[in-house]
């Protein structure tokens, strides 16, 4: 079994400071972990994603999230918010083995930046 | 590259309808995903495809509920009759088998569905 914890439904910070957005998992085999994010009215898009190579992992839009297996956790962060940034974020899991593409959804985090 | 294509963007019917809703992938990918989302329940997988064949449609909540994909470029999620409680953003995504063996899905913008 598997699942996702976003641990902030909604996260407001003011533009120009840091951004941490939290995620825990649970899986059963060595996960696949993904962050996207959807802008109003819009599909998802893929921000970043780790597949068990480096822990570190770079993504679009000046986004960075780290694996920490010991904490079973996925944060996401990003040094200084732009107001484009402003969206829902989801933090997925993807336990891989007979669960093959079939993905586990976080609640989603709201992100809000002021100016 | 065209993305994942859906339709209709909106779509707002009575109680008791049939709603059709519409999808066409990413040229080249062999995994198709439908997926639910609502303020309570979030996003919910509803069926996905493999080279056109339905693999898992446990998250289709009840008969009233089908969807088919009678070729690699075309998917149809169908509910007749249609109730309120359907209302909801209904979400396309497409993957490749390389990159879904990873779980990377690239989705469409979705149908918001309204049923009065």
């Known amino acids: 079994a598997q699942s996702v914890t976003q641990l902030d439904s909604h996260v407001s910070v003011s533009e120009g400071t840091p951004v941490l957005l939290r995620c825990n998992y649970s899986?059963?085999?060595?996960?696949?972990l993904f962050w996207y994010v959807q802008h109003p009215n819009k599909g998802l898009q893929l921000l970043l994603k780790?597949?068990?190579?480096?822990?570190l992992v770079k993504g679009i839009n000046g986004f960075e999230a780290e694996f920490k297996k010991s904490e079973t956790s996925f944060h996401l962060t990003k040094p200084s918010a732009h107001m484009s940034d402003a969206a829902e974020y989801f933090c997925?899991?993807?336990?891989?083995?007979?669960?093959?593409?079939?993905?586990?959804f976080g609640q989603g985090t709201i992100l809000t930046v002021h100016p | 590259d065209a993305g994942v294509i859906q339709s209709p963007r909106h779509e707002v019917t009575e109680m008791g309808q049939e709603v059709t809703l519409r999808c066409k992938p990413i040229?080249?990918?062999?995994?198709l995903f439908w997926y639910r989302q609502t303020m309570m329940r979030g996003l919910e997988l509803l069926i996905y495809?493999?080279?056109?064949?339905?693999?898992?449609d446990s998250g289709m909540p009840e008969d009233r509920f089908s969807a088919k994909m009678p070729n690699a470029s075309f998917s149809t999620l169908k509910i007749q009759p249609s109730e309120p409680r359907d209302s909801a953003v209904y979400f396309c995504?497409?993957?490749?088998?390389?990159?879904?063996?990873?779980?990377?899905?690239?989705f469409g913008e979705g149908s918001r569905l309204t049923v009065l």
């Open positions: 995504a497409s993957s490749s088998g390389r990159t879904g063996s990873t779980g990377e899905l690239f």
């Open positions: 899986s059963s085999y060595s996960p696949s």
């Open positions: 780790y597949t068990s190579a480096a822990t």
């Open positions: 997925v899991v993807n336990a891989g083995g007979t669960s093959y593409g079939k993905l586990t």
């Open positions: 040229s080249g990918h062999d995994y």
């Open positions: 495809f493999n080279n056109n064949v339905p693999i898992d």
